[in-house]
């Protein structure tokens, strides 16, 4: 999907039955954005992405980050330093794995994108560590 949604509303949230989303998410999106999985570093289609472009929600197209965002981390996913929009976003307490991490989903649809981490570059500090699953990309004309 490629709509382009800049600030998420209620009357906006996606709601889909689990069918549906297996209707139209790819197996490995299924895994991640519905199951709260992740793929392997490295292994991600976007993580060496240098395009200038949006990197939107594979679930349902809210626009998510920016190119300008984007920065190697050496994590091996793709990370960005904040989110084009702070309501495209909802953080929540993870203490999966016997940690505790901050887990980022879309607000739109809930779908889970990854993990954000006090650890990033100037001027935010914070490193969104977000998989390539959950993303689509669109290239930007310069």
């Known amino acids: 999907m490629t709509d382009d949604h800049s600030k998420v509303g209620a009357s906006d949230k996606v709601d889909r039955t689990e069918a549906e989303w297996r209707a139209v998410l790819t197996p490995d999106q299924y895994r991640v954005l519905r199951g709260k999985g992740t793929e392997r570093p490295f292994s991600g289609a976007l993580t060496q992405n240098q395009q200038t472009g949006n990197y939107h929600c594979a679930g349902c197209g809210t626009l998510l980050f920016d190119s300008d965002a984007k920065f190697e981390s050496g994590c091996g996913w793709p ?9 495209a976003i909802v953080e929540h307490v ?3 794995f016997g940690m505790r991490r901050t887990e980022v989903t879309c607000a739109r649809c809930g779908g889970h994108l990854g993990h954000v981490f006090p650890d990033g570059p100037r001027p935010t500090g914070l490193r969104y560590c977000i998989n390539s699953a959950s993303l689509t990309f ?3 004309e310069s």
Do not use: A, Q, R, V
Request: avoid cysteine.
């Open 79 to 87: 990370s960005f330093t904040l989110p084009s929009n702070s309501t």
């Open 94 to 96: 993870d203490d999966s």
């Open 138 to 140: 669109t290239h930007k």
